[in-house]
T-cell receptor, first 117, second 113 residues
Framework: AQKVTQAQTEISVVEKEDVTLDCVYE???????LFWYKQPPSGELVFLIR??????QNEISGRYSWNFQKSTSSFNFTITASQVVDSAVYFC??????????????FGQGTILTVHP | KAGVTQTPRYLIKTRGQQVTLSCSPI?????VSWYQQTPGQGLQFLFE???????NKGNFPGRFSGRQFSNSRSEMNVSTLELGDSALYLC????????????FGQGTRLTVV
């Protein structure tokens, strides 16, 4: 069975602070895919990034960066110089891309990020 | 390119009624997945359709069903509504290969009274 744990239920920061959202996953599959999504108050889940299990390169995109470590089964997400518009619920998700996981993302419980001005 | 469209955005139904939700995927996407989101259970997978065939199903009772049409549009139906079915129902479309990202609609907020 697959499992995603986001231990931080809520995080509150002041604008311009850096913030890291933690994600730990469990899977028996050797090939799997990890994702981060953002859910603003409008409700839509917005895709942020996909990482393949065989690609441990970290990635930076503007103020966002992701640290994938297979050794600790973690896929953490950092926002640098946070802004009020970053306030949202962030979800980490996992799939093994086939078989019993067709179309199925296993989500963590989400982290509510609030950025205060 | 138009995104994923879900209709209606909001619904209020009475216990015992049935409801049908609609999802139009991104053009060219053949996979549509449905999720239920509640404060207590989080995001839970309902089922996935690809080229009109259900390929995967989550752990929900038979009251929850779906279908997909030849144009990839999908509907989900909930019969004999219960109060606990109140939730945000999200639809996601993708190319159908698990390694590709899924794009979500804004959801349908269902309230059962």
């Amino acid at each position: 069975a697959q499992k995603v744990t986001q231990a931080q239920t809520e995080i509150s920061v002041v604008e311009k602070e850096d913030v890291t959202l933690d994600c730990v996953y469990e899977t028996r599959d050797t090939t799997y895919y990890l994702f981060w999504y953002k859910q603003p108050p409008s409700g839509e889940l917005v895709f942020l990034i996909r990482r393949n299990s065989f690609d441990e390169q970290n990635e930076i995109s503007g103020r966002y960066s992701w640290n994938f470590q297979k050794s600790t089964s973690s896929f953490n997400f950092t926002i640098t110089a946070s802004q009020v518009v970053d306030s949202a619920v962030y979800f980490c998700a996992l799939t093994n891309a086939g078989g019993t996981s067709y179309g199925k993302l296993t989500f963590g419980q989400g982290t509510i990020l609030t950025v205060h001005p | 390119k138009a995104g994923v469209t879900q209709t209606p955005r909001y619904l209020i139904k009475t216990r015992g009624q049935q409801v049908t939700l609609s999802c139009s995927p991104i053009s060219g996407h053949r996979s549509v997945s449905w999720y239920q989101q509640t404060p207590g259970q989080g995001l839970q997978f309902l089922f996935e359709y690809f080229s009109e065939t259900q390929r995967n199903k989550g752990n929900f009772p038979g009251r929850f069903s779906g279908r997909q049409f030849s144009n990839s549009r999908s509907e989900m139906n909930v019969s004999t509504l219960e109060l606990g079915d109140s939730a945000l129902y999200l639809c996601a479309s993708s190319l159908g290969q698990g390694r590709t990202e899924a794009f979500f609609g804004q959801g349908t907020r269902l309230t059962v009274v």
